[in-house]
């Protein structure tokens, strides 16, 4: 081991201690050293390649670091990704990580040194920027395996689908278009029109989608590639009041033949269903939280007749009604649109829809074989209560007409 790697190591020691004075002496000799961009790139780059074999994709490392550092941490993940995956040819990279790449806007923006760079971009000492790296690098070290929802960089393989009715990126973007004009205006009735628009489009895909590959199975007898399999995504779950959020997910995920495994402890929760009923149940979350946060925004500040404030309570209680009224009103939608559906189509959709549910479960089962509940507590305002009730009633909803 050669001295960058020894100071490396016991900054990691030191983190580990929580010896902050250790820490920054080690720092400091690496930050005074010529090769330190060379050692602590190099280390990062190791450290990122790691987490992709334990099953980490690129923006849960950007929301860990966000969660567990800072801000600042946030970017240079961002940055040391786009440097680490860039040594990988195109074609073995899955397309769901280049998208991430770009929401993430995570580029290789700089020339020369990546210390030099990042410090003149944030305006911050070398020593900073040196202790920002090893910062991000203790905790890249120290995550836990996840699930593996795809082939990690290097492993993917581009192939051709044998259908091409699956959701195309154009209509995604028509999709992400309707509810966000839906979370902008102010009218009620404009904004229904906007999401029923998008429920109608999104419901086409997906019993459609349905349909073609219970026809495939039945033509060929085995999926054989003919059909989409359920799949795997990880959705933000943040503070505050991450409890009522990740029920509001859970039920919206629900209503689209998905399930949530939520882990509370790294911010996500994981997602299983069809591509396209992932796809929907993203957006529509996304959606329901803009409107849900415009409304309690607009609620003002809440207190006791003592004049303590109550906004915590009102807040909590706010949301969890919110989702339990969504809820409500998704079971009620999903029920009818799909007795609609039977009758248009002459043939009974139930056993074809339970059958792709059945599939959600097995994946379910096989990905976390040890799945535990618990329950939860959480404070309660009646206020509140009555406010989100009325705020998912009033809420407009991309569910599809399915």
Same mark, same amino acid.
């Given at each position: ?168 990126? +154009? ?46 199975? *039945? ?25 009522? +959020? ?56 809440? +207190? ?36 609609? *559906? ?7 959709? *139930? ?52």
């Amino acid at each position: 081991m050669n001295k960058a790697d020894e100071l490396i190591s016991a900054a990691m020691d030191a983190l580990a201690r929580e010896d902050q004075a250790a820490f920054d002496s080690a720092a400091a000799f690496l930050a005074d050293r010529d090769d330190a961009d060379r050692v602590l790139v190099e280390a990062a780059t190791r450290a990122i390649s790691g987490v992709w074999r334990n099953g980490w994709q690129p923006a849960d490392v950007v929301r860990i670091a966000a969660r567990r550092l800072s801000d600042r941490h946030e970017r240079v993940a961002a940055d040391l990704i786009a440097w680490e995956l860039r040594s990988y040819a195109q074609d073995t990279v899955d397309e769901r990580w280049r998208d991430q790449l770009a929401g993430l806007a995570a580029t290789v923006w700089w020339k020369g040194g990546y210390l030099a760079a990042r410090q003149a971009r944030d305006g911050a000492g070398r020593l900073v920027t040196v202790s920002g790296v090893l910062e991000l690098l203790r905790l890249l070290t120290g995550l836990p395996r996840l699930e593996m929802l795809g082939p990690p960089p290097g492993h993917a393989r581009r192939t051709v689908r044998a259908r091409p009715h699956a959701v195309s990126e +154009k209509t995604l973007t028509r999709v992400r278009g309707l509810l966000a004009k839906a979370e902008s205006t102010p009218y009620e009735a404009e904004a229904q029109t906007f999401t029923s628009a998008a429920q109608s489009l999104m419901a086409k895909y997906s019993i459609d989608e349905a349909m073609l590959d219970a026809a495939a199975l *039945e033509a060929l007898g085995a999926r054989q590639g003919g059909g989409a399999a359920p799949e795997g995504v990880r959705v933000g779950v943040d503070a505050p009041y991450e409890q009522p +959020k990740a029920v509001l997910l859970n039920l919206v995920a629900e209503a689209n033949r998905c399930r949530v495994i939520w882990s509370r402890e790294l911010g996500f929760a994981t997602v299983l269903g069809f591509p396209a009923d992932l796809s929907w149940v993203e957006m529509l979350f996304t959606s329901l939280l803009v409107q849900a946060q415009t409304t309690l925004e607009n609620s003002g500040t809440k +207190k006791h007749g003592s004049g303590r404030s109550r906004n915590k309570a009102f807040r909590q209680s706010f949301l969890s009604a919110f989702a339990s009224r969504i809820g409500e009103r998704l079971a009620e939608a999903t029920a009818a649109a799909v007795a609609q *559906e039977s009758a248009g189509r002459g043939t009974d959709l *139930e056993p074809v829809l339970a059958a792709r549910e059945q599939e959600v479960e097995q994946a379910v089962e096989r990905m976390f074989p040890n799945l535990v509940s618990h329950r939860t507590r959480t404070s309660w305002d009646r206020e509140g209560w009555a406010a989100g009730r009325t705020a998912a009633d009033q809420a407009s909803l991309g569910t599809r007409d399915r």
